[in-house]
Each structure stands twice: as structure tokens, then as C-alpha cells.
């Protein structure tokens, strides 16, 4: 199973944007690219994913490269509430869409 | 719809206890998960269910037994309580639709300490 490196934290200015990386070098080629977030220690919510493409959701926008090697998850205004701890996780319905998660980035967006 | 729902939300445990943890989906998925995650950490896969009957162990099976009678029910089972088990537990479910499965909907989570 594919799995991603994230950096452990990010801190992003108040109604700026925040672009979030994730290399993911050894995805296969029907596994999907997955955001989710955790604030606090509530269950995680799902943002986005994508294959190929890019994708852009009322919530952000994801950033595939054209090798699918690394993705940018993309918050276009950050509000103090998308304070949370930002996992990408590969997943294909081979393999039952299991999640494996990383330690994920921690998002700080400061006033 | 409710969505996936757990409980209890916490519970203490001596050693060596017993319980049960619940996760019910209204949903209809075909796929259900269960996951533990340590303070500071990510989540870690402990067994899933593919449907009703089936399921298998994830990365941390140890100390843990499941069983899927229907869609909507998966319940997590620790025979033997012990600290190392001490972990938030969040319950997750997805659907298949043809060669494409949906992402994954979580709980809210159940915080169990073992002393």
C-alpha cells in the first residue's frame, strides 16, 4: 500500500490561502488521493480527493501532479476554524479503500 | 440521516475487563472500519468488513475481535482489557458502487481508558 509524507506542521496567516503537500511517490495507478482533517480529537472529515485531475470542491481544492507523485491540498481563504490536523491518504477499492494513515500536518492559522 | 454513530463515548476499564464497542451506520454501506488512534499520532486500522459475515484484520488486530451479523452493526470487541489499549476508537463505514468505492464517513469516536 502507497503511503504519503507530510510535513509535521504549517502555519498559514488568517484569509490567506494555504497550500498543504503530500508526496505520495509510490502510488499505484487505480489508487485515489483522500484529504481529511481532525480538529481536536473529533472523528475525521472528509475535504476532497481526486485521481488525475485536479479537483475543487466548496471546501478547497486538490492539486494532482502530473505523475500523481505529490499533491497540494489548497484552502483558499484559511479561517481560524480550518485549524486542525490535515491527513492525505491513498486508497483503492482493491484493496477495500483501507485507509493508512501518516501522522499527518498540523495547520495553524493565525489571527 | 444519522450518519455512523458510536457508543458509549467513554468508558473507563480496569485490566482484564471485558466490553464491547458499538458503530451503527444508517447508510447502507457495504464497508465498514475500525480504527484506534494514540495521542499525537494517526490513525491505525484494526480490522474491517466488506460486508455482512466477512471481515479481516488491519495493521493492529492484537487484542481485538469483530463480527458483522448485519449492514448496519460492527461491533468491536476487547476480550482482555489492558493499558496499551488505552486509545480513542473511531468507527468508519463506505459503499461500493461499481468498480468505484465512495470515501469513508467517521464517527465521532468512543475515548477509552484502561487502568
Known amino acids: 500500500d502507497a503511503k504519503t509524507t507530510q510535513p509535521p506542521s504549517m502555519d498559514c496567516a488568517e484569509g490567506r490561502a494555504a497550500n498543504l503537500p503530500c508526496n505520495h511517490s509510490?502510488?499505484?495507478?487505480?489508487?485515489?488521493v483522500y484529504w481529511y482533517r481532525q480538529i481536536h480529537s473529533q472523528g475525521p472529515q472528509y475535504i476532497i480527493h481526486?485521481?488525475?485531475n485536479n479537483e475543487t470542491n466548496e471546501m478547497a481544492s486538490l492539486i494532482i501532479t502530473e505523475d500523481r507523485k505529490s499533491s497540494t491540498l489548497i484552502l483558499p481563504h484559511a479561517t481560524l476554524r480550518d485549524t486542525a490536523v490535515y491527513y492525505c491518504?491513498?486508497?483503492?477499492?482493491?484493496?477495500?479503500?483501507?485507509?493508512?494513515f501518516g501522522s499527518g500536518t498540523k495547520l495553524n492559522v493565525k489571527p | 440521516n444519522a450518519g455512523v454513530t458510536q457508543t458509549p463515548k467513554f468508558r473507563i476499564l480496569k485490566i482484564g475487563q471485558s466490553m464491547t464497542l458499538q458503530c451503527a451506520q444508517d447508510?447502507?454501506?457495504?464497508?465498514m472500519y475500525w480504527y484506534r488512534q494514540d495521542p499525537g499520532m494517526g490513525l491505525k486500522l484494526i480490522y474491517y468488513s466488506v460486508g455482512a459475515g466477512i471481515t479481516d484484520k488491519g495493521e493492529v488486530p492484537n487484542g481485538y475481535n469483530v463480527s458483522r451479523s448485519t449492514t448496519e452493526d460492527f461491533p468491536l470487541r476487547l476480550e482482555l482489557a489492558a493499558p496499551s489499549q488505552t486509545s480513542v476508537y473511531f468507527c468508519?463505514?463506505?459503499?461500493?458502487?461499481?468498480?468505484?468505492?465512495?470515501?469513508?464517513?467517521f464517527g465521532p469516536g468512543t475515548r477509552l481508558t484502561v487502568l
Open positions: 481526486g485521481l488525475k
Open positions: 468508519a463505514s463506505s459503499s461500493r458502487t461499481g468498480l468505484r468505492t465512495d470515501t469513508q464517513y
Open positions: 509510490t502510488i499505484s495507478g487505480n489508487e485515489y
Open positions: 447508510m447502507n454501506h457495504n464497508y
Open positions: 491518504i491513498v486508497g483503492s477499492h482493491n484493496n477495500f479503500n483501507k485507509f493508512y
